[in-house]
């Protein structure tokens, strides 16, 4: 399982790609509730960069996180490509039993992609690096 594609400096990249968009996304729903006006009415950052760009900047901090995610280790090697197996593989199961408990729950359940994609990438994340600092 060799994905890592991208150096060691690309997980600088995407942290950073993914705080400055995270704000720029978040930044809306704060500003609403800060000022006290119902949430989704005003706009502040999708009237500034405009409709299509904001959705852009929707995607960006998936894209950080995927850069982030894509990016090797400083010291890689073959117990670190196993941990991040173990990951990958504890992060499916986990979501798979979450999606499994919500249908139980609810049927008329509705998840957007974002989220799904969104939890996953943070799910294995903490899960990565809890087992790299157990093993350390």
Do not use: C
């Not at 704060?30 to 706009?43: K, Q, V």
């Amino acid at each position: 399982m060799d994905f890592q594609i991208l150096p060691n400096w690309g997980k600088r990249l995407g942290l950073f790609i993914f705080f400055i968009s995270l704000f720029l996304v978040a930044g809306d729903g704060f500003l609403d509730g800060f000022n006290g006006s119902p949430e989704g009415t005003h706009h502040y950052f999708e009237d500034l960069l405009g409709t299509t760009l904001f959705y852009f900047f929707n995607v960006l901090p998936l894209i950080g996180l995927l850069i982030y995610m894509l990016s090797k280790e400083s010291v890689e090697d073959d117990y670190i490509r196993l941990i991040r197996l173990q990951s990958y593989q504890s992060t499916v199961i986990l979501l798979l039993m979450v999606a499994l408990a919500i249908y139980l729950f609810n049927v008329d359940y509705k998840v957007s992609l974002d989220m799904v994609l969104s939890l996953f990438m943070i799910l294995f994340l903490v899960i990565f690096y809890f087992k790299k600092e157990a093993h350390s």
